[in-house]
């Protein structure tokens, strides 16, 4: 998909192109070793109507830029190439798999008088390496959520097995891939925590246990509210894949019945005294039609270690979800989940409404928000929290930040610079005309600041950041 914003030039139009897939593909260089046999190789390639030859030249040209580049550094292979028109970037995430994605840079058209044709310029400066770099890692990372590793499919059911695999994957996940939304957060991968009161904390720990203890099939239990992450029982790299999954794909499939009011019921029970406003978002949709199906999706966690496959199950109830896993060896019947229904809904719906109670009693102490002089975004590497003031909403297709995408760029290349060293860091930039942007690494903690002040010197937005650093992260989350 082309995103063009016309750009005022000297009096005439121009065409600015947002970065955009070319090609995407995976291969394993032992399948095809022998002349005549390079094809084999090849285990998906989108677009699928390239013609064969040139799939083949275009892997054999990606087999040789990584052999060559392991002559100078043999155990960090090349992680991408940097041309004029596209940029291509390399992941092996397992022992000779290797995944390539290939992106046409940005580029402006610029009309030519006379009736000539618009001259082209792209714009190499403008991809981030670290940012589709992170984008091909969560590819690997999503197929592994709900496939399990290549290496295990291809012990299974061989090439056949495994290309089928990756086919039915990536011919759709490809198309979620919206290249212009990608920016720092797609780099952190991190999770968005709501902050809670202690009292708060501990009902929702309650029910977990209670849950878990009355439906012993349960092996991990995770529970969110509006999209932020409460409680986990999963290894940390498994819940940030998941909660990119929920956050970015399942729940945004399901809002568009809730709209009419962020915490309208969609089919009010009562049971006993309580409320139950609880549904299934992934397995039965109706659990009183006679024809409803009791499959659930499938995931695969644990892969380095006892590799554990899952049936995963979405319950929600107003705007609070819970996961529950359950070992996929287990028949998942009508029984068990009318029970889990009956047990969870009414329990949910109560905590749901406590948890809503008590974040607007929160805000109303802490005051009416002004619009602050400053936008951040912060991210702790221990527990992968999260959180940005800069991004009114982010999800794989959309991604609106009220900064100027210029800035969002600036925080890329600071984030960059900060990858590069383990010390503690602190990258001041003057940026345009108003604009400081200043970047913080400190103990395993990054700290971005936007400040909108036109007339300050170093010394006063170096003040500021202190200041904003002592009231906005002195306390942020509850689990920090």
């Keep these: ?117 618009p001259t082209i310029e792209y714009q190499e400066e403008e991809i981030l390496d670290s940012v589709y770099g992170a984008v091909l890692q969560q590819c690997y990372s999503m197929y592994k959520l709900f496939n399990g590793t290549f290496i295990r499919a291809f012990e299974a059911g061989g090439m056949e097995l495994l290309t089928q695999k990756l086919e039915k994957f990536f011919y759709r996940y490809i198309q979620t891939l919206h290249l212009q939304s990608c920016d ?77 009011g962020r915490d309208s019921p969609l089919r009010p029970e009562v049971t006993g005294n309580l ?67 009956a047990l969870v809904g009414p329990q949910l719906t109560l905590l749901a409404s406590d948890i809503c109670e008590q974040y607007n ?16 975004i912060y991210f702790n590497h221990m527990n992968l929290a999260e959180k940005s003031t800069i991004h009114m909403r982010k999800t794989a297709s959309v991604s609106l930040t009220s900064v100027h995408p210029d800035l969002m760029k600036i925080l890329g290349d600071i984030n960059s610079d900060f990858a590069r060293v383990d010390a503690d860091e602190e990258i001041i930039v003057k940026a345009m005309t108003d604009y400081w942007v200043v970047g913080k690494k400190s103990d395993q903690r990054e700290l971005y600041v936007i400040l909108n002040q036109k007339n300050a010197n170093l010394i006063e937005v170096n003040e500021e950041v202190k200041r904003l650093c002592a009231t906005q992260f002195n306390n942020i989350f509850f689990l920090d």
């Excluded at 024809?291 to 380095?304: A, E, Q, W």
């Design 184 to 260: 720092l957060l797609d780099v952190f991968g991190g999770i968005s925590f709501f902050p809670l009161d202690k009292m708060t904390y501990l009902k929702i720990q309650s029910f977990v246990n209670r849950v878990e203890e009355s439906l012993s099939l349960v092996k991990y239990t995770a529970f969110l509210y509006n999209d932020q992450l409460i409680w986990s029982g999963l290894e940390q790299d498994d819940m940030r894949i998941l909660y990119k999954y929920l956050t970015t794909s399942l729940f945004p499939r399901h809002t568009e019945p809730e709209l009419a």
């Design 1 to 117: 998909m082309l995103m063009i914003s016309p750009r005022m030039a000297s009096g005439m139009q121009e065409k600015q192109y947002s970065p955009s897939l070319l090609s995407f593909f995976i291969y394993n260089p032992k399948f095809g070793p022998r002349e005549g046999e390079e094809e084999k190789k090849i285990l998906f390639y989108h677009p699928c109507d390239v013609e064969k030859n040139e799939k083949i030249r275009n892997v054999g040209l990606c087999e040789a830029i990584v052999q060559f580049t392991r002559t100078f550094c043999p155990t960090k292979p090349a992680k991408s190439l940097h041309t004029q028109k596209n940029r291509q970037f390399f992941h092996e995430p397992e022992e000779n798999f290797w995944m390539v994605m290939v992106v046409r840079n940005p580029m402006v058209e610029k009309p030519n008088k006379d009736g000539k044709p």
């Design 361 to 376: 009693i929160n805000r109303r102490i802490s005051g009416p928000e002004k619009e602050p002089q400053f936008k951040f």
């Design 275 to 341: 409320l139950h406003y609880g549904r299934f978002l992934t397995g039965p949709a109706n659990l009183k039609d006679p024809d409803t199906k009791f499959r659930f999706p499938r995931i695969f966690v644990n892969t380095d270690d006892s590799y554990e496959e899952l049936h995963l199950i979405v319950y929600k109830a107003m705007s609070a979800a819970v996961c529950f896993m359950i070992n996929a060896s287990v028949e998942l019947t009508r029984e068990f989940c009318e029970q889990l229904d």
